[in-house]
C-alpha cells in the first residue's frame, strides 16, 4: 500500500498558484518526501524532495508541516504545460523497505 | 548523455507467448525497478532489484519474472501466466539506500504491451 494519501483531482486556472496536498501520516524520521509528475504515456519526471525544511528550485516550492505528517507541493504560476499526474511519495534509507511505493497520484488540469 | 533506457517502445504479445522488456542505464545506480502502469491509474510496483544478483517482488509480481546479472541491465520477461498483460511498463533506477535517500529516481520512456 502506497505510504501517502492525494485528492483524485484539481483544478487551476493558468497563472494562478497549484497547491497539491500530501498527506503521509506515517512518514518516519529518515524518510524524505519527493514529487514527480507524469504527462500522459511518459515517464515520470523529478519535481522536487525534502526532508523537514521548505525546498525550492525553478520548478516549484515544497512546504513541509513541523510534524512531517503532511507536504504541498507549490507551482507558483501554473501554465497548460503543468496539465499531469502529481505523485507524492516517501523514501528511507532502509534497504529493506525502500520499494518506493507510488499511490495514484493528483490530476491537475490547468485550464486557460 | 546519461540516462535510463527501455526498449521497445511498442511491444505486442500473442497468446501463451513470453515476452521481455529490456531497460539499461548507464548512471551506475545500484537499485532498479519495475512498475506497471494500467489506464487512468497510478503506478504498480512489479520487482525491485538494490544490487547486482538479487532482487525481491513488489505488489503485482505473480505472472512476472526478472533478473539482474549485469548493474546496468534489468530486464523484465513477462510470462504466458499472466493473463492480463496489457498495460504500460515503467523502468527506473536510483542509487540505493542506507543514508543516500536523498537520491533521485529516474525512469525511462516506458513500454506499452498489447496483447493480440
Known amino acids: 500500500d502506497a505510504k501517502t494519501t492525494q485528492p483524485p483531482s484539481m483544478d487551476c486556472a493558468e497563472g494562478r498558484a497549484a497547491n497539491l496536498p500530501c498527506n503521509h501520516s506515517t512518514i518516519s524520521g529518515n524518510e524524505y518526501v519527493y514529487w514527480y509528475r507524469q504527462i500522459h504515456s511518459q515517464g515520470p519526471q523529478y519535481i522536487i524532495h525534502g526532508l523537514k525544511n521548505n525546498e525550492t528550485n525553478e520548478m516549484a516550492s515544497l512546504i513541509i508541516t513541523e510534524d512531517r505528517k503532511s507536504s504541498t507541493l507549490i507551482l507558483p504560476h501554473a501554465t497548460l504545460r503543468d496539465t499531469a499526474v502529481y505523485y507524492c511519495?516517501?523514501?528511507?534509507?532502509?534497504?529493506?523497505?525502500?520499494?518506493?511505493?507510488f499511490g495514484t497520484g493528483t490530476r491537475l488540469q490547468v485550464f486557460p | 548523455d546519461g540516462g535510463i533506457t527501455q526498449s521497445p517502445k511498442y511491444l505486442f504479445r500473442k497468446e501463451g507467448q513470453n515476452v521481455t522488456l529490456s531497460c539499461e542505464q548507464n548512471l551506475n545506480h545500484d537499485a532498479m525497478y519495475w512498475y506497471r502502469q494500467d489506464p487512468g491509474q497510478g503506478l504498480r510496483l512489479i520487482y525491485y532489484s538494490q544490487i547486482v544478483n538479487d532482487f525481491q517482488k513488489g505488489d503485482i509480481a505473480e505472472g512476472y519474472s526478472v533478473s539482474r546479472e549485469k548493474k546496468e541491465s534489468f530486464p523484465l520477461t513477462v510470462t504466458s501466466a499472466q493473463k492480463n498483460p496489457t498495460a504500460f511498463y515503467l523502468c527506473a533506477s536510483t542509487n540505493s539506500p542506507g543514508g543516500l535517500a536523498n537520491e533521485k529516481l529516474f525512469f525511462g520512456s516506458g513500454t506499452q504491451l498489447s496483447v493480440l
Open positions: 511519495i516517501v523514501r528511507g534509507s532502509s534497504y529493506n523497505t525502500d520499494k518506493l511505493i
